[in-house]
């Protein structure tokens, strides 16, 4: 895409009730002490959280709190992380976790408000080298339950007995930890909520595809600096459902609407470039830098999680749904608490096992050929290691595809320690340059 033409542009309405949600959302962790709410630290596994359906549960995860401290005050985050290092966790950990382990042992958040202890640790049952850890220092600082879970992952063939195997081990895994929490804390697990919202998660899902398609028009409506206001709403930062199915139904209005009036989301647009998991949280204004390029970012891997597993489908060129198992029963015939964990860690949403070939090879090059891509900049992180595995082989394939890549090296999306912001903006300019773009504003 090479064109002069410019695009009509205009700030999302929706962009301020999206930040008063996020509001709510750190309220709630906030007043947990005072209204005796319980505190559940890494409340999201990937599928419907059944972390949702305790009514005396508040649920805070690492993710969103760490990268808003990196994007909104590099004094605290620095401060938090230091904080951290000097009890013997090296930058290998994820730059998130630093930042909330530092804000746990200094004692107080970014406002000066205390810091709201856990009160019980799920963390992810997740392949990412450090989900898992995340819930130990939590549990060594006071000495509150902690659950952990196994998510094993084969290479090779597919096998769909051994998949229903290790699926049974983790419907196993959850269904005690629900029965665990309600003894321990006294507390009971709504069953019947829980059964009803799959339904809603799976039409939340839809929203985030619609999303992705919508995107693929010329201009796009929104870029990922856009999407990056509300992938999280409903997953990581967890939100009463009844409140996030107007939200996301209002947002998908809004974007089509803006598809249909050709609004775009930078109004010089003749280039795209797509990138792989997260951004530096600290340093979001080189996306803007490479708007005067005319160049928007389409989103990643990461931003469009709200969708859930998809695929790009070739012949009707629109993403969709991928299926990677199809549950025994259909959600219309799950009545218990056993039927709905089982159809969440069995069904396309839910736990992946054997994966590796699409996620890591394929997924990245039907990403660009979707979004009709013309190049790529993918970080080479030095913590958080699973966010970077196999990241130059994916730059490889997008080369041979025609996509320019640009890679760059910093700590990790949540840290700022060793990204050299001006080298970075150096390496943007010859890489744009290289391509015959010059700056247009």
């Known amino acids: 895409m090479s064109t002069n033409q410019l695009w009509e542009t205009k700030p999302l309405e929706i962009w301020d009730r999206a930040k008063a949600l996020r509001a709510y959302w750190q309220q709630s962790i906030d007043d947990s002490a005072a209204d005796t709410k319980l505190l559940l630290a890494h409340g999201n596994t990937g599928d419907v959280s059944w972390r949702d359906y305790f009514s005396n549960l508040n649920i805070i995860e690492d993710n969103p709190v760490g990268a808003m401290m990196a994007s909104t005050s590099d004094e605290f ?34 406002d000066g408000s205390v810091f709201p202890y856990r009160d019980l640790s799920v963390p992810f049952t997740d392949p990412c080298d450090q989900h898992t850890k995340r819930g130990q220092q939590c549990m060594d600082l006071s000495p509150i339950p902690r659950w952990g879970g196994d998510w094993p992952i084969y290479l090779g ?24 929490i309600e003894r321990i804390f006294d507390t009971e697990f709504d069953d ?31 870029s990922q600096k856009d999407l990056y206001s509300f992938y999280t709403l409903g997953g990581l930062t967890r939100l009463p459902p009844e409140i996030l199915g ?70 009707t060129k629109e993403f969709e749904r991928r299926v990677i198992r199809k549950p025994e029963k ?19 949403r839910g736990h992946r096992f054997k994966d590796d070939e699409y996620f890591r090879k394929n997924e990245i090059t039907d990403f660009a050929e979707g979004f009709g891509v013309q190049g790529a900049i993918l970080a080479l992180w030095r913590g958080g290691v699973g966010c970077t ?48 773009l010059q700056k247009i504003s």
């Open 157 to 180: 063939e597919d096998d769909p007995a051994r998949d229903k195997e290790l699926i049974e081990t983790r419907v196993w895994c959850t269904l005690k930890i629900i029965a665990d």
């Open 389 to 436: 595995l196999t990241r130059k082989e994916q730059g490889l394939r997008l080369s041979k595809m025609g996509v320019r890549v640009l890679h760059y090296e910093g700590s990790q999306p949540g840290d700022r320690t060793d990204l050299d912001e001006k080298r970075f903006l150096d390496q943007i300019d010859e890489w744009m340059e290289c391509q015959g």
């Open 246 to 315: 107007d939200f996301w139904q209002a947002l998908i209005d809004e974007i089509q609407w803006r598809a249909d009036h050709q609004i775009a989301a930078v109004g010089n647009e003749r280039y795209r470039y797509m990138e792989a998991h997260p951004s530096p949280w600290h340093f979001l204004k080189y996306m803007r830098y490479l708007e005067h390029y005319g160049a928007v970012c389409i989103g990643s891997q990461y931003s469009q999680m709200m969708a859930g597993s998809v695929s790009w489908n070739k012949e």
């Open 192 to 222: 019947a909520s829980f059964i009803n919202d799959i339904k809603t998660e799976r039409e939340r899902s839809d929203h985030g595809i619609r999303i992705m398609n919508l995107m693929t028009k010329t201009p796009s409506p929104l």
């Open 330 to 348: 259909d959600v219309e015939n799950v009545k218990t608490r056993e039927d709905a964990v089982r159809y969440v860690l069995t069904e396309a």
């Open 77 to 110: 985050s620095r401060k938090s992380r230091l904080a951290s290092e000097v009890r013997g966790w090296g930058r290998e950990i994820c730059g998130y976790v630093q930042n909330c382990w530092g804000a746990q042992f200094l004692g107080y958040q970014q």
